[in-house]
C-alpha cells in the first residue's frame, strides 16, 4: 500500500477503537452476556455457563483478557472492540483488492458508522469476533481463490479456531473454505483439511472435558435445541414463519448499514467476467447463512448473527458508492453533504433507535438496573428474600443471579430439559439445577421486575401475578418498578412439577458440578 492508503487504515482503525471504547456498556447487557462471564468463573454448558454449544475460545479469550484488567463485562468488550478492528482492516484490504481504493475508503468508513456493527463492538457477545473471522475467512479464501496455495493452512486454521468461538462458523463458512479450496491440489486440499481437522480437536476434546463428558455436553446441546430453535423451523411449522424471517433479514439489513443500504440504487456495475466471480465468491460466502436464518432459526434480538455476513455488505456497498461519487454529476461539496448526512442518519440509529440494538437502549438498561440494585434491597435481604425471576434478555433471571448474588435466585418457569423438567437456580453466581424446591428457603419470595415501560413484559408480569392468591400479595414501587411479593409457600403456584418433592437445600449440596441430575435434588 502507499503511505496515503496506510495513513487511512489507521485512521480508520483507531476511529473504529475509539468509537467503540468512548460507547462501551458498563454492564454485561445481554443474559448471554452474563452467561459469558459466569462462564469465565466456571465452564459449564450444561448449567448454562455459558448456554450450549459452549463457545469455548471466546470463553478463554475472555478468561486471558480478564487477567489483566479483572472486570469480565470490560474483558469481554474488549474483545468485541479488537475484533472490530481486525474487521476494518481486513474489510479494508478485500474491497481495495476487490475494487480499488475508493471503495476500500467507503468501505471502512461504512464499518465505522454501521449502527448494527458499532452496536456490538461496544457489548460483551461473541458476534463481533464472528464477524471479524468471518472477514478473515474471506480474504484468505480469497487469496486461494486467486491461486495462493500458502493460504490453504492459516485458512484452515482461523476455520477451526471461528468454529471453537462460535460453532455454527464451520457451518456458515465451511463452505466458503470447501469452495476456495476447488483449485488447489488434492495434497493441498487434504492438508487443509487436516490442519481443520486437528485445529478443531485441539480445542474440542479439552471442552468435552470441561463440560463433564460427550453425554453431558450433548444432552444439554440437545435441551437447548428442543427448548428454542427447533420450534419453528421450516420442516415443523408454517412456512409464514420462514417468510417472516426473511423480512427481519431486510429489517436487519437497514439496520446494520443505515442510510448506506439504498447505495445499490445508485451504482452502475459492469458484469465484466472478473466481477462475476467475485458475485459467485460473495454468493458461497453469505447464502448458507441467510438460508439457516431464514428457514431454521432468527429473531431480531439476535440481529448480531447477522455479522457474520457484514464484511461483504461492507465492501460491496463500499464499492457500490465509490461508483456513485466517481459516476455522480454533482459538485464535489453536495456529494461530500449528501454522504455526511447519510453518517449523520446512521450515528443517529446508533445512539438513539429504539430497539434492542441501540447505545441508548444500553444506558437505559443500566439505568434500570443501577435502580433496581438500589431498590430491590428494600424489599428484603438474602436471609429473608427470594427472587424469582423470569426468562428475559434485559433484567431477566441472569441479571438477577449475577448482580445480587447473595440472593438464592430461582428461573420462571421451570425449564423442560432432557432429564426432565428442573428449575435453573443460582447463588453466589454459581448456577445449579433443581428437580424440586427447595425446603429452607427464606419465607417470601419477590418478583424481579422486567423493564419498565414496555407494554408486553406489563402484560406477561400481569399474567404471572394472577396466577397467585391475591390476598397473599403485596406490592410497592421502588426506583420506577413494581415489586410484588408473597410468601414462598405460594411457589407450588409457579412451579407445579417441582413443589411436591421439597428437596434438602444448603449452598454446599444444592450443586456439584458434572454430577449428575439425580444429585441436583
Not at 459466569?38 to 478463554?60: E, I, K, S, T
Not at 456513485?324 to 455526511?340: F, H, I, T
Not at 449475577?402 to 440472593?407: A, K, N, R
Not at 415489586?483 to 418433592?501: K, R
Amino acid at each position: 500500500m502507499i503511505s496515503r492508503q496506510k495513513l487511512e487504515l489507521s485512521l480508520l482503525a483507531t476511529g473504529v477503537a475509539v468509537s467503540r471504547l468512548a460507547f462501551r456498556s458498563q454492564d454485561l447487557y445481554d443474559l448471554d452476556s452474563v452467561n459469558f462471564a459466569l462462564a469465565m468463573a466456571r465452564f459449564d454448558p450444561r448449567v448454562h455457563q455459558p448456554h450450549p454449544p459452549g463457545y469455548f475460545l471466546y470463553v478463554c479469550l475472555g478468561r486471558l483478557l480478564n487477567l489483566v484488567v479483572h472486570d469480565a463485562n470490560l474483558a469481554l468488550v474488549l474483545l468485541s472492540v479488537l475484533a472490530s478492528i481486525g474487521s476494518v482492516v481486513l474489510i479494508y484490504l478485500l474491497a481495495r483488492e476487490w475494487f480499488g481504493p475508493p471503495a476500500a475508503t467507503f468501505a471502512g468508513l461504512l464499518f465505522l458508522v454501521s449502527p448494527l456493527e458499532w452496536f456490538h463492538g461496544t457489548v460483551a457477545l461473541t458476534y463481533s469476533v464472528e464477524g471479524a473471522a468471518s472477514a478473515l475467512m474471506g480474504f484468505l479464501c480469497w487469496r486461494i481463490d486467486r491461486g495462493k496455495v500458502e493460504a490453504v493452512l492459516p485458512a484452515a486454521i482461523a476455520m477451526g479456531i471461528s468454529a471453537g468461538i462460535r460453532p455454527s462458523s464451520i457451518l456458515f463458512l465451511g463452505p466458503l473454505f470447501l469452495y476456495s479450496l476447488r483449485r488447489v491440489s488434492w495434497k493441498s486440499r487434504l492438508a487443509g483439511i487436516a490442519a481443520l481437522g486437528i485445529t478443531v480437536t485441539g480445542w474440542f476434546l479439552p471442552m468435552i472435558w470441561a463440560s463433564g463428558g460427550f453425554h453431558t455436553y450433548f444432552g444439554a446441546l440437545q435441551s437447548l435445541w428442543r427448548m428454542v430453535p427447533s420450534k419453528g423451523t421450516i420442516f415443523n411449522s408454517s412456512p409464514v414463519n420462514s417468510v417472516a424471517r426473511a423480512f427481519t433479514i431486510v429489517f436487519i439489513y437497514f439496520l446494520c448499514f443505515g442510510a448506506a443500504a439504498i447505495a445499490p440504487f445508485g451504482a452502475s456495475f459492469s458484469a465484466a467476467p472478473a466481477e462475476k466471480s467475485k458475485k459467485l465468491f460473495t454468493a458461497v460466502w453469505v447464502v448458507p447463512a441467510l438460508c439457516f436464518f431464514t428457514f431454521i432459526f432468527l429473531k431480531l434480538v439476535n440481529s448480531g448473527y447477522l455479522l457474520l455476513v457484514a464484511a461483504p455488505g461492507c465492501i460491496w456497498l463500499g464499492a457500490c458508492i465509490a461508483d456513485w461519487y466517481r459516476g455522480c454529476s454533482w459538485q464535489k461539496p453536495l456529494k461530500l453533504a449528501l454522504l455526511g448526512v447519510g453518517s449523520v442518519v446512521n450515528i443517529a440509529i446508533f445512539l438513539a433507535f429504539p430497539a434492542y440494538c441501540s447505545y441508548g437502549s444500553v444506558r437505559h438498561f443500566e439505568r434500570e438496573l443501577q435502580a433496581t440494585e438500589a431498590a430491590l434491597p428494600q424489599i428484603g435481604n438474602p436471609d429473608n428474600l427470594l427472587i424469582v425471576s423470569f426468562d428475559n434478555h434485559l433484567l431477566g433471571y441472569r441479571h438477577a443471579g449475577y448482580y445480587f448474588p447473595g440472593y438464592l435466585t430461582i428461573e420462571y418457569p421451570e425449564a423442560n430439559l432432557i432429564e426432565g423438567k428442573r428449575i435453573f437456580a443460582m447463588r453466589d453466581r454459581n448456577t445449579f439445577l433443581l428437580s424440586s424446591l427447595p425446603a429452607n428457603i427464606p419465607a417470601r419470595f419477590v418478583l424481579f421486575p422486567l423493564p419498565a415501560g414496555q407494554p408486553e413484559y406489563d402484560a406477561y408480569l400481569e399474567k404471572v401475578v394472577k396466577m397467585l392468591p391475591a390476598q397473599d400479595l403485596s406490592s410497592v414501587d421502588l426506583g420506577g418498578h413494581r415489586f410484588v411479593t408473597a410468601p414462598t409457600s405460594d411457589l407450588g403456584f409457579l412451579f407445579p412439577n417441582a413443589s411436591s418433592n421439597p428437596a434438602q437445600t444448603g449452598s454446599s449440596q444444592l450443586y456439584t458440578p458434572h454430577s449428575t441430575p439425580s444429585e441436583h435434588q
